[in-house]
């Protein structure tokens, strides 16, 4: 009975040196097939640096069969053709197989001429040899590249904005945190990981930006932008946050102080306001000129329909209707003394156009301050008719100077305020 166990024992598994357990009954052909099937390169290397064994996938992997490198030296030759590039890693090779490192990242030339990065890792063997162990990284290395590129174009764009890049799980717990190089907040300056990101916020505000990450996780879109305003140290001071999905439940909370944007949005705001007051202020004002304006057309056209009958209702009481009148030349002005209406008579008295005259003072039309005077005071100041006794002196267009007489009746509005007047100029 005991020698049954003992023969039943010994045909399972028995304890090697190192403490692993060796099955006994395993051929020295399974041990060749496992070698030649393994997917990563083999090579056995004596204490001499001589290859005494290379797997098929070693050879899959760099095209270098046994018969091409009998000395690892020579593998080591042919697949760094760059002198500078093989002495490094030549150096690095001999650390690895005195076993002062356990692993080497390298990249090779390949019998085929592409360039392979291989890992190179050994293993000590019975009899003074190692064991390098080659796997194919190539993929790997490429993605860790493409990986490193877009952290750091990443890394560049956080650093390129004044913002503080804040990454959470669902609940606020703070995860990461990365400030750009122009940021500016210090409402977030004592976050620490781990804290959630609500208690370190005044309590409206907290409870603001955690409706915002329940929105994200529920909605899994990006929430509205939150503003908010916090006062410190008697500054007010302005912020807008931003919550957008990540992977796996977490958030990226985007904060961004807009003080400065606050003060000119205000800013803009107080000069829109001033703006709208003035272009009011200024609409009144036309308005107004406009009413008096019309009120001046119609008491001229008033006063003109009123002359003009006294003036049909005398003639035919005179028996003259027919005969002709000496030419007499009007000239309308407001209640300042501008010009307004210059009839044809005026025109061809003065030699100015009506569109040179309109909008200019009449009174430069009359030589001397005896004219001004008495039609300042008396028509426009008192709203009496008024003649100048004495001959007036006329300035033309050309220089000349014409002697005439003037006279002036006062346009008064319906609630008799003087609005202006009707020169009435002829030759003397």
């Not at 060796?22 to 290859?51: F, K, N, Q, T």
């Not at 990006?222 to 990540?246: D, K, M, N, Q």
Request: glycine share 8%; net charge negative; aromatic share 4%.
């Amino acid at each position: 009975m005991t020698g049954n166990d003992t023969t039943h024992d010994a045909g399972r598994e028995a304890p090697g040196a190192d403490g692993a357990r060796e099955s006994p009954h395993l051929g020295e052909d399974v041990y060749i097939s496992i070698l030649r099937e393994a997917p990563d390169g083999l090579v056995l290397v004596d204490s001499e640096g001589e290859c005494q064994y290379l797997n098929p996938a070693f050879t899959r992997i760099t095209g270098y069969a046994w018969e091409d490198i009998p000395t690892l030296a020579l593998w080591f030759e042919r697949a760094h053709p760059n002198p500078a590039y093989r002495e490094k890693v030549q150096g690095m090779g001999q650390e690895l197989l005195r076993g002062d490192r356990n692993v080497l990242v390298a990249s090779v030339v390949c019998r085929d001429g592409k360039v392979r990065d291989v890992e190179l890792r050994r293993a000590s063997i019975e009899g003074g040899c190692v064991l390098l162990t080659v796997r194919d990284i190539t993929e790997q290395v490429l993605t860790e590249e493409h990986l490193r590129q877009a952290t750091s174009e990443l890394t560049a764009v956080i650093e390129a904005f004044p913002d503080l890049f804040i990454r959470l799980n669902a609940d606020g717990t703070i995860l990461d945190s990365r400030a750009g190089r122009l940021a500016e907040t210090p409402l977030v300056s004592r976050t620490v990981l781990g804290r959630r990101i609500q208690d370190l916020l005044p309590a409206g505000i907290g409870e603001a930006l955690l409706g915002a990450l329940q929105e994200t996780v529920r909605t899994d879109a990006p929430a509205a932008p939150l503003e908010f305003s916090h006062t410190e140290s008697g500054e007010t001071r302005h912020y807008e946050a931003r919550v957008v999905p990540l992977y796996e439940m977490h958030l990226m909370v985007i904060l961004r102080e807009i003080t400065e944007r606050k003060k000119a949005e205000e800013e803009l705001h107080r000069h829109r306001e001033h703006l709208e007051e003035l272009v009011a202020e200024r609409t009144g004002e036309l308005e107004r000129a406009n009413q008096q304006l019309e009120r001046l057309l119609y008491c001229i056209e008033v006063t003109e329909r009123k002359a003009a009958e006294e003036w049909l209702d005398s003639s035919v009481e005179q028996g003259t209707l027919g005969a002709a009148e000496p030419e007499e030349a009007r000239i309308t002005t407001d209640a300042a003394g501008t010009v307004i209406i210059v009839s044809r008579e005026a025109e061809h008295l003065t030699g100015y156009a009506g569109e040179e005259l309109n909008g200019r003072p009449v009174w430069p039309l009359f030589s001397g301050d005896d004219a001004r005077e008495l039609l300042s005071r008396e028509v426009l100041g008192r709203g009496r008719s008024a003649e100048c006794v004495e001959r007036a002196v006329l300035v033309k267009n050309d220089g000349s100077k014409q002697a005439v007489r003037i006279s002036a009746d006062p346009i008064i509005d319906a609630a008799g305020v003087v609005i202006g007047m009707v020169c009435t100029i002829r030759k003397a």
